[in-house]
């Protein structure tokens, strides 16, 4: 097997085990397990609380200990492991506390799955930049398959999900093993852990620029945890119960009807480069939290009936919402940033999205849900996005220099 198709398999099965149940474990915990919205939240705020410190923390070990394959199959192992603890329990106190350690032990596998992928490729001989792409695709592939195949086996609102999930883990934690091997640096030279954390480049914040450009990060990515929360949960439950809506695909088939969001991800990125170019981070920033209002507000106005078209519209959406602010964002801070921190200024942006912006945004999302109820809350969640569009382009200043995108594309 070649090497660029054994880096396929790896994301492939770094995402199919995320696919597996992070979409459709709102409509388990809400359907069969009838927890509240705040509950549902919370398990999706895990993701946030683990995104703080723990990859940080495995970096260090894969620096310094632990080759990064081999620590990438260890944390899928332990990841694994915990799912399956977690799949039988009806519990909320003890399901909530298995989900956040089986996180706390995948999210870091995020990076170390990157940074598995680079060395290969660098070892091997090629571009990262130009053959890393193509491979990382095929994350996104795994995680609509995944999605899928839980839907038609009709796991999406049963604790089967979780063993799916937990199954792949093992998958790719033996197969991690068998993967180029990254050379760990003994004798590295001795930083603080402020250094190792990548928390130097919280300096970046005495910018204004750069600090109104994380904290409207953070609030992007408050938008992001809530479908993923509650999206599944709303067409499966909340349309389930009307007799008007039973047996539609929608309902019977939501994890699909989602997939179509991953899958305009895909096309999206490709936009990317176009728009950059022509209009600047300002207004691809703004394009972004225009599509998150039309997506919220669309889920709220459609239905698995006669409205199905706005719901499936709210789907492709999806992908100019996340990469138009997820990866264009990277990119603005790849190019505003000194080379010497430019690693740690992307883990500020992690943090600032996945860390502090997941765990607010599900736990508030949750509350919502809870006071307001279906399909109100969409509305809330479309007037809270175009609150921060409309300040966003009061607040942000920016002057565009398409120049230096070229510059970092080079």
């Given at each position: 097997?070649?090497?660029?198709?054994?880096?396929?398999?790896?994301?492939?099965?770094?995402?199919?085990?995320?696919?597996?149940?992070?979409?459709?474990?709102?409509?388990?915990?809400?359907?069969?397990?009838?927890?509240?919205?705040?509950?549902?939240?919370?398990?999706?705020?895990?993701?946030?609380?683990?995104?703080?410190?723990?990859?940080?923390?495995?970096?260090?070990?894969?620096?310094?200990?632990?080759?990064?394959?081999?620590?990438?199959?260890?944390?899928?192992?332990?990841?694994?492991?915990?799912?399956?603890?977690?799949?039988?329990?009806?519990?909320?106190?003890?399901?909530?506390?298995?989900?956040?350690?089986?996180?706390?032990?995948?999210?870091?596998?995020?990076?170390?799955?990157?940074?598995?992928?680079?060395?290969?490729?660098?070892?091997?001989?090629?571009?990262?930049?130009?053959?890393?792409?193509?491979?990382?695709?095929?994350?996104?592939?795994?995680?609509?398959?995944?999605?899928?195949?839980?839907?038609?086996?009709?796991?999406?609102?049963?604790?089967?999900?979780?063993?799916?999930?937990?199954?792949?883990?093992?998958?790719?934690?033996?197969?991690?093993?068998?993967?180029?091997?990254?050379?760990?640096?003994?004798?590295?030279?001795?930083?603080?852990?402020?250094?190792?954390?990548?928390?130097?480049?919280?300096?970046?914040?005495?910018?204004?620029?750069?600090?109104?450009?994380?904290?409207?990060?953070?609030?992007?990515?408050?938008?992001?945890?809530?479908?993923?929360?509650?999206?599944?949960?709303?067409?499966?439950?909340?349309?389930?119960?009307?007799?008007?809506?039973?047996?539609?695909?929608?309902?019977?088939?939501?994890?699909?009807?989602?997939?179509?969001?991953?899958?305009?991800?895909?096309?999206?990125?490709?936009?990317?480069?176009?728009?950059?170019?022509?209009?600047?981070?300002?207004?691809?920033?703004?394009?972004?939290?225009?599509?998150?209002?039309?997506?919220?507000?669309?889920?709220?106005?459609?239905?698995?009936?006669?409205?199905?078209?706005?719901?499936?519209?709210?789907?492709?959406?999806?992908?100019?919402?996340?990469?138009?602010?997820?990866?264009?964002?990277?990119?603005?801070?790849?190019?505003?940033?000194?080379?010497?921190?430019?690693?740690?200024a992307q883990g500020v942006f992690m943090i600032m999205t996945n860390g502090f912006g997941?765990?607010?945004?599900?736990?508030?999302?949750?509350?919502?849900?809870?006071?307001?109820?279906?399909?109100?809350?969409?509305?809330?969640?479309?007037?809270?996005?175009?609150?921060?569009?409309?300040?966003?382009?009061?607040?942000?200043?920016?002057?565009?220099?398409?120049?230096?995108?070229?510059?970092?594309?080079?």
């Open positions: 097997m070649g090497l660029k198709l054994r880096l396929v398999v790896m994301n492939f099965l770094q995402y199919a085990i995320w696919g597996a149940w992070l979409i459709s474990l709102g409509a388990y915990l809400g359907g069969s397990l009838k927890f509240e919205g705040f509950q549902i939240g919370s398990f999706f705020a895990t993701m946030g609380i683990a995104s703080l410190f723990m990859p940080g923390i495995m970096g260090i070990i894969a620096d310094r200990w632990i080759p990064a394959q081999k620590l990438l199959g260890i944390c899928h192992f332990l990841a694994a492991i915990f799912l399956v603890f977690a799949a039988p329990q009806t519990d909320y106190s003890t399901l909530y506390s298995l989900i956040l350690c089986s996180v706390m032990f995948y999210m870091p596998t995020i990076a170390l799955s990157n940074s598995v992928a680079y060395n290969a490729l660098t070892k091997g001989g090629f571009n990262t930049v130009k053959d890393f792409p193509p491979i990382r695709v095929w994350g996104t592939v795994g995680f609509i398959f995944s999605m899928i195949i839980v839907d038609l086996l009709g796991y999406a609102q049963t604790s089967y999900q979780l063993y799916m999930s937990a199954g792949l883990g093992f998958v790719l934690s033996v197969y991690s093993f068998t993967l180029p091997n990254c050379d760990i640096n003994v004798h590295v030279e001795k930083r603080s852990w402020v250094d190792y954390m990548g928390l130097r480049a919280f300096t970046l914040f005495k910018q204004k620029k750069m600090a109104i450009f994380f904290i409207f990060s953070m609030m992007l990515g408050m938008s992001l945890q809530i479908t993923n929360a509650f999206a599944n949960d709303y067409l499966t439950n909340f349309f389930g119960k009307n007799i008007l809506y039973k047996g539609t695909f929608g309902v019977e088939h939501a994890n699909i009807l989602i997939s179509l969001s991953q899958a305009s991800e895909t096309l999206c990125i490709l936009l990317i480069p176009f728009f950059l170019r022509k209009f600047g981070i300002k207004k691809v920033m703004l394009i972004s939290m225009i599509a998150w209002v039309l997506r919220f507000a669309l889920l709220g106005t459609g239905n698995p009936g006669g409205g199905v078209w706005m719901l499936v519209l709210s789907m492709i959406v999806y992908g100019v919402a996340f990469d138009f602010f997820n990866i264009s964002g990277s990119l603005f801070v790849e190019n505003e940033t000194d080379s010497s921190i430019r690693s740690s997941a765990f607010i945004g599900s736990y508030v999302a949750g509350w919502v849900v809870d006071i307001a109820g279906w399909p109100k809350s969409w509305f809330i969640f479309a007037g809270y996005s175009l609150l921060v569009a409309i300040v966003f382009a009061i607040v942000f200043k920016y002057k565009h220099d398409p120049q230096q995108l070229e510059k970092v594309r080079s």
